[in-house]
């Protein structure tokens, strides 16, 4: 069974624009979470979707945004760009809601100049 | 959630089992203490879950004592390719938001 993949894997952006990245779950998983890693701040919580709806959201502005698709894939969009958004972001499915084994995918790393 | 506390690094030679211990204090009833470990340039990948006691897997243990402030993972005969971050987690079950800690890096010396 193919693992979670992310689109693209690398990304350079400037500062003020906007960026889409994309996440592809394991085939059957419904929910999606996306999380930030970066070496001062180190993993943090962005948002989690389940059947299309936002469930949980991590302590992020407004600038950071999401959506899930009916097929389960999921975007995360990024606008108007700040250099402390550089940073690795990580997608995550699970099969379900209930459970506290998620499966990552490798990541897109985002660089902001 | 409850805050994970873990050693920022450690050293082991290869073929020796190797311990990471994580402080959890305050942790609450419903909460289940999870692994994790990432290699450079990936995503965390799920060791093992638990809640108390020990629980064994193909890859780890997790030894989990009564009062659960704590927990210990075992990686038995190492080897190189498991030098990697290795992550506590305490998670409240139904909760999809997992927090990480600092996370303990683990180096593992031919």
């Known amino acids: 069974k193919a693992g979670v993949t992310q689109t693209p894997r690398y990304l350079i952006k400037t500062r003020g624009q906007q960026v889409t990245l994309s996440c592809s779950p394991i085939?059957?998983?419904?929910?999606v979470s996306w999380y930030q890693q970066t070496p001062g701040q180190g993993l943090q919580f962005l948002f989690e979707y389940f059947s299309e709806t936002q469930r949980n959201k991590g302590n992020f502005p407004g600038r950071f945004s999401g959506r899930q698709f009916s097929n389960s894939r999921s975007e995360m969009n990024v606008s108007t760009l700040e250099l402390g958004d550089s940073a690795l972001y990580l997608c995550a499915s699970s099969l379900k809601r209930d459970t506290y084994e998620q499966y990552f995918g490798p990541g897109t790393r985002l660089t902001v100049t | 959630l409850a805050k994970t506390t873990q050693p920022i690094s450690m050293d082991s030679y290869e073929g020796q089992e190797v311990n990471i211990t994580c402080s959890h204090n305050n942790i609450a009833t419903n909460d289940y203490i999870t692994w994790y470990q990432q290699f450079p340039s990936q995503g965390p990948r799920f060791i093992i879950q638990g809640y108390k006691t020990k629980v064994t897997n193909e890859v780890a243990s997790l030894f989990i004592p009564a009062d659960r402030k704590s927990s210990t993972l075992s990686l038995p005969r190492v080897s190189l390719s498991d030098t990697a971050v290795y992550y506590c987690?305490?998670?409240?079950?139904?909760?999809?938001?997992?927090?990480f800690g600092t996370g303990t890096r683990l180096t593992i010396i031919p």
């Open positions: 085939s059957g998983h419904r929910s």
């Open positions: 987690l305490v998670i409240t079950f139904g909760n999809e938001k997992l927090t």
